[in-house]
């Protein structure tokens, strides 16, 4: 065996004992929580570990986690392909949506779980970010001999993450569908806030739209096709990620009474519930 593929499996073996060792593995009833609930409630769920890590690039922000249910089911759920958000920032990587992630498996759905390059020091940025999402969705259609199809797949986004799967339903047709949860759907109208997440994203962008218009169209899913199944769920108190004239994208929106930012990645939420209902009846 090359030295360098045994390094990569010892090092993927150290992962896996990682997560076994520092999360639990028992099912996990989450606290049932009042709509908008705060980060630190999120940050602070326990969560199960992932089954598998899986890399599909040379980077080390360049792999996927694999949870898998335990449920079975009279239909076959879709996979979902989870792109977490923060504002596209290194700051925040994957580990904030382990507990959406461990809910998704519980509630009877296999969940591939995308990290990669984001802005600062992971070296992402606008197109980096969506070459290495791409790259990630196409990975689980490879994985274990074709396990799983697009076709039977749903490219679920957060936030800034749901940016990202809103461009990505766009070129991806053969997608089951795409949701997207308190997604940025206008990147442009974005840059132009002063939130401190609205405030960053000129620098996943690496300028404001008036000094690259053309690469703002490129990556404004306002401006871009998108997949005819399309669902944006939103809450009416998010004042991270603004309803925005998401009427004007002429897809399904449910907007959430009372829910925040991030009701969408709490699995005791009732945003999380309405989510399990989206996708159960895409699989109808």
Known sequence: METTTLKRLLLLSFVLISFIANASQSSIEFPKVANNVAYSKVAALSFTAANEKVVYGDDEQQFALLWRTNKTADTELPLVILIHGGCWLSAYDIQHTYALSTGLAQAGFNVWSLEYRRSGKTGGGWPVTFEDIQAGIQASAQYNKGEFTLGNSVAIGHSAGG??????????????????????????????GSNSCQAVTKDFMQGMPQDKPVEYQSANPSKQPLH?????????????????????????????????????????????????????????
């Open 163 to 192: 940016h990202l799967a809103l461009l990505a339903g766009g070129v991806n047709s053969q997608l089951k569908g795409v949701i997207g949860l308190a997604a940025i759907t206008d990147i442009e109208e974005y840059a132009k």
């Open 228 to 284: 005819s199944n399309t669902v944006l769920l939103q809450g009416d108190q998010d004042n991270i990620v603004p309803p925005f004239k998401l009427e004007q994208l002429e897809r399904k929106v449910l907007m959430l009474e009372g829910a925040g930012h991030f009701d969408w990645i709490h699995p005791g939420s009732s945003a999380f519930a309405l989510l399990v209902e989206q996708l159960r009846s895409l699989a109808k």
